[in-house]
């Protein structure tokens, strides 16, 4: 059977970043001790159910808020749990956020004998002037601190997240970023632009005019930049945000980008799983934990799930998702594995859009492959939505019910 991928999310913070939308908090006291027994709790009894038993894992990642806040014990039940109920992929990613300032030697070693196999730094940027915009509480020197420490402790697999098109950046400040960045030798590096999410402190000051972004030009020149330097310094761009060294791409983030099944535990994470004939794709669940932390340690405490809300997807969906994730990655999606999936041909379910898109200069057609040119990669989002409704759907003469997926798993309903 497929091996899946779990995620585990951990959304408490020493303080929450002003441009931050996670489902995160800040709290003066961490309930690690209740939160880890609600994940063991709900690992427990998902481990039972027909859509995960007798599946490995492939990858685990540690996201959040702020992971290396819990201990390396806690770390490490939640590993020794998930290898016993499932068994674990020979040479598993274990992955783990973490934000520089607050780590140790100690610490790092500790997570590293729990099977923590890459760390990913928050070092968003390595000047301090930036920092303070961002609301950050590290200063510069923290990151390379933690890098040294973690590679003390044998941890090399290391990605580094940056972000760009912060207030007050100018290209030159950007160009130091990356400078500094490769200096400390990660085998990964993640370069996000600063998006203004509603609801965040962030979004408020801009509606106020207080808070001023780089034009959008200068947002491009940016991306440019990245996308020239890295390469230069070993760096293969393999997702629109993702560079690595070869061998070093981040295979938990893969997963989601190839479409694969996903576990999420705890509050507020997301779960999806393919209802599949062969490597036919008939319809998908994608479900959500309830957000709040004491609310999912509650219910899933007591009842093993804490699930929110599920949705059904239908093929349409599906084939949309096809693009919506696929596309992301540089070699694109593949016209084969289309066909694979869905019994039909992207022509047939897209009529005339490749061709219209390619003649536009946003798409580069090789072949078996579709992939996003060089200037569809910066207008990614605009491209992407022209796969939001395929215009025919091929039905599965075998099946009757309108809702193909509809009695794939129980439903949970909201309370």
């Known amino acids: ?10 959304p ?16 003066n006291t961490i309930p690690e001790k209740d939160y880890v027994a609600a994940l063991l709790s709900e690992l427990h009894f998902r481990s039972v159910q027909e859509e995960w038993q007798g599946r490995r894992i492939k990858s685990i990642f540690f996201g959040g808020g702020t992971p290396s806040l819990f201990s390396a014990n806690s770390i490490s039940k939640i590993i020794r749990a998930a290898t016993t109920l499932f068994g674990l992929q020979f040479g598993i ?29 928050g070092a968003q940027t390595f000047d301090s002037g930036l920092l303070r915009t961002l609301g950050r509480l590290h200063a510069p020197e923290d990151v390379e601190t933690g890098v040294e420490l973690a590679k003390a402790c044998g941890l090399d697999n290391i990605n580094l997240d940056l972000i760009y098109g912060i207030p007050g950046q100018s290209i030159e400040l950007l160009k130091g970023d990356l400078q500094r960045a490769i200096k400390l030798a990660p085998r990964h590096i993640s370069a996000y632009g600063l998006t203004i999410e509603k609801g965040t402190p962030f979004f408020s000051s801009y509606q106020r005019g207080l808070l001023k972004l780089p034009p959008e030009d200068l947002v491009v020149e940016m ?23 070869r061998g070093f791409e981040a295979r938990h983030n893969l997963a989601y980008w190839y479409g694969d099944d996903y576990l999420g535990l705890g509050a507020g994470a997301h779960s999806f799983v393919a209802k599949c ?50 596309l992301r990655k540089i070699e694109g999606v593949s016209k084969a594995e289309f066909i694979s999936a869905f019994d039909c041909d992207i022509d047939h379910a897209y009529p005339g859009m490749i061709s219209i898109l390619t003649h536009e200069g ?54």
């Open 12 to 27: 408490f913070c020493l303080h929450k970043c002003p441009y931050c939308d996670f489902n995160t908090y800040a709290l």
């Open 362 to 415: 946003l798409l580069k057609c090789e072949e078996d492959r579709i992939s996003l040119s060089e200037r569809g990669l910066r207008l990614a989002d605009s491209v992407i939505e022209n796969f939001s409704k395929p215009e025919k759907v091929p039905v599965d003469p075998q099946r009757s019910r309108p809702d193909p997926g509809q009695h794939l798993l129980p439903l949970v309903h909201n309370q």
């Open 223 to 245: 991306m440019e930049e990245i996308a020239s330097f890295l390469p230069i310094c070993g760096f293969r761009r393999y997702e629109i945000s993702n560079f690595a060294e």
């Open 1 to 10: 059977m497929k091996p899946f991928s779990l995620y585990v999310h951990i």
């Open 277 to 326: 004939s062969g490597p036919r794709k008939l319809a998908a669940l994608r479900w959500s934990n309830y957000a709040f932390p004491n609310r999912y340690m509650q219910k899933a405490g007591q009842e093993g799930q804490a699930e929110s809300w599920r949705d059904t997807l239908a093929v349409s969906d599906l084939m949309f998702e096809f693009f919506f994730l696929g």
């Open 93 to 121: 990613e274990i992955s783990l956020e973490a934000n520089p300032g607050a780590l140790s030697l100690e610490q790092l070693s500790g997570l590293r004998e729990a099977g923590v196999n890459r760390l990913s730094l």
